[in-house]
């Protein structure tokens, strides 16, 4: 099964840029979409992004589009989540998560997360 570990969170300012990092570990990476979800305090977890198995594909939700960017390397087993222009409102902890069971040519927008991360914390102040 893979495991996975975040990292790269932090506090950050309005208008500011992380890159959160995920580290996969056994399992076939290659062969798994990825995704990125948060939750925000007193709130359910909600998606982020989805990349595809090999990395070119990618989908987002509304409020990450233009801001953020998800991004896959099978070699590294990594995925990251590149987020400019932070909002307040992003604050969250945010998952790494994977999808290890749906095929390969499944749409990103139906991922299905079977394994996750620990969460790493973004705290943006105005």
């Known amino acids: 099964q893979v495991q996975l570990v975040e990292s790269g969170g932090g506090l950050v300012q309005a208008g500011g840029s992380l890159r959160l990092s995920c580290a996969a570990s056994?399992?076939?990476?290659?062969?798994?979409?990825m995704g990125w979800f948060r939750q925000a305090p007193g709130k359910e977890r909600e998606f982020v992004a989805a990349v595809s198995f090999a990395g070119g594909r990618t989908y987002y939700t509304d409020s990450a589009k233009g801001r953020f960017t998800i991004s896959k390397d099978n070699a590294k087993n990594m995925v990251y989540l590149q987020m400019n222009s932070l909002k307040p409102e992003d604050t969250a902890v945010y998952y790494c998560?994977?999808?290890?069971?749906?095929?390969?040519?499944?749409?990103?927008?139906?991922?299905?997360?079977?394994?996750w991360g620990q969460g790493t914390q973004v705290t943006v102040s105005s």
């Open positions: 056994g399992g076939t990476f290659s062969r798994y979409a």
């Open positions: 998560a994977a999808d290890t069971r749906s095929p390969l040519t499944k749409p990103l927008n139906q991922l299905v997360a079977d394994r």
